[in-house]
C-alpha cells in the first residue's frame, strides 16, 4: 500500500522546486539558499493495518520564501489528511 504522504510531499517538493528555478532566473547568481524540514512516519503491522505521517518543509533564496505542511492517514480501506502551503515572493504572499 503506498503511504498517501508520498503524494503530498512530492507536490511540496515540486513547488518548492519551481519556485527555486523561477529564482534562478529572476536572481543574481550569488543568492543565498536554504532549505530544510522534518517528518515522520507510523504504520502498524496488526489488523487493520493503519499508517499515518506529518511533514513540514521550507526552501528560499533571498527573493523567494516556500513553507509546506500536511498530515496523513490511511488504513486498507480509506485514506485522509489535509495540508497547506505558501510562496512570497519579494515579499508578496501566494498561497
Known amino acids: 500500500m ?4 508520498h503524494k503530498t510531499l512530492g507536490r ?3 513547488i ?3 519556485a527555486l528555478m ?5 536572481a543574481p547568481a550569488y543568492a543565498h539558499v536554504y ?5 515522520g512516519n507510523t504504520v502498524s503491522g496488526h489488523h487493520p493495518v493503519f499508517a499515518t505521517g506529518f511533514h513540514d518543509n521550507f526552501a528560499g533564496t533571498n ?9 496523513g492517514w490511511a488504513t486498507a480501506t480509506a ?3 489535509e495540508g497547506a502551503g505558501a510562496v512570497e515572493i519579494d515579499g ?3 498561497h
Open 2 to 5: 503506498r503511504n498517501p504522504l
Open 79 to 81: 485514506t485522509g489528511g
Open 22 to 26: 523561477i529564482t534562478g532566473i529572476a
Open 35 to 39: 532549505e530544510g524540514g522534518d517528518g
Open 16 to 18: 518548492s522546486a519551481g
Open 12 to 14: 511540496a517538493a515540486a
Open 63 to 71: 527573493h523567494v520564501h516556500t513553507a509546506s505542511s500536511g498530515t
Open 92 to 94: 508578496m504572499h501566494h
